[in-house]
């Protein structure tokens, strides 16, 4: 079957550093995606990852590994507005199966 | 990138009436989704809309239910048909891009039934 794991809520203080795993068992891999959802709005795109290997986007950075079905993204210099769900994507072949999202607290 | 809007943003609806979604992208694309995103839960992919054919949908969801119309390639509707408290949700379409490295996504619905 399709599965997408993540933990549910992570909490980190401002300015800090934290990492949003995910793991991912589907039927096909074509990309994975992590987007970022404040509450009440549409999901934001943040990155895409196809190969294996870290793509930095300023304070953002997201890493694959193919082999092991594991990505992580990495946030930097935390700030109060990152407080948001990170939801991870994989399109399996050719729909994107969702993970549950991890729900970011941040702490000043 | 894609712009996309919906309409309407939100609505409060009475049990058993139908309410109809419009999404409008600032360009054409050739597949649209919808999803729907219940309280607190990840986004759950109702049906594929393609112009030009029938709206492929996702295991749960049946076409009396959610009927979709694609008439061009920048535009859809879904209704919400018969509606109930349980399809309280927030209802958002999305596109992909040509190059299918990203999946932008509208402003959403928010329904509320009573």
């Known amino acids: 079957g399709q599965n997408i794991d993540q933990p549910t809520e992570m909490t980190a203080t401002e300015g800090a550093i934290v990492q949003i795993n995910c793991t991912y068992q589907t039927s096909g891999f074509n990309g994975l995606f992590w987007y970022q959802q404040h509450a009440g709005e549409a999901p934001t795109f943040l990155s895409y990852?196809?190969l294996d290997g870290l793509e930095e986007k300023g304070r953002f950075s997201s890493f694959l590994s193919r082999s092991k079905g594991y990505s992580y993204l990495l946030l930097k210099e935390l700030q109060m507005k990152d407080s948001a769900s990170y939801l991870c994507?994989?399109?399996?072949?050719?729909?994107?199966?969702w993970g549950a999202g991890t729900k970011l607290i941040i702490k000043p | 990138s894609a712009v996309i809007s919906q309409k309407p943003s939100r609505d409060i609806c009475q049990r058993g009436t139908s309410l109809t979604i419009q999404c409008q992208v600032d360009s054409q694309v050739t597949m649209m989704f919808w999803y729907r995103q219940q309280p607190g839960q990840s986004l759950t992919l109702i049906a594929t809309a393609n112009q030009g054919s029938e709206a492929t949908y996702e295991s749960g969801f049946v076409i009396d239910k959610f009927p979709i119309s694609r008439p061009n390639l920048t535009f859809s509707t879904l209704t919400v048909s018969n509606m109930s408290p349980e399809d309280s949700s927030i209802y958002l379409c999305?596109?992909?891009?040509?190059?299918?490295?990203?999946?932008?996504f509208g402003p959403g619905t928010r329904l509320t039934v009573l």
């Open positions: 999305s596109v992909d891009t040509s190059e299918g490295d990203t999946q932008y």
């Open positions: 994507a994989v399109r399996a072949p050719y729909q994107l199966i």
């Open positions: 990852n196809v």
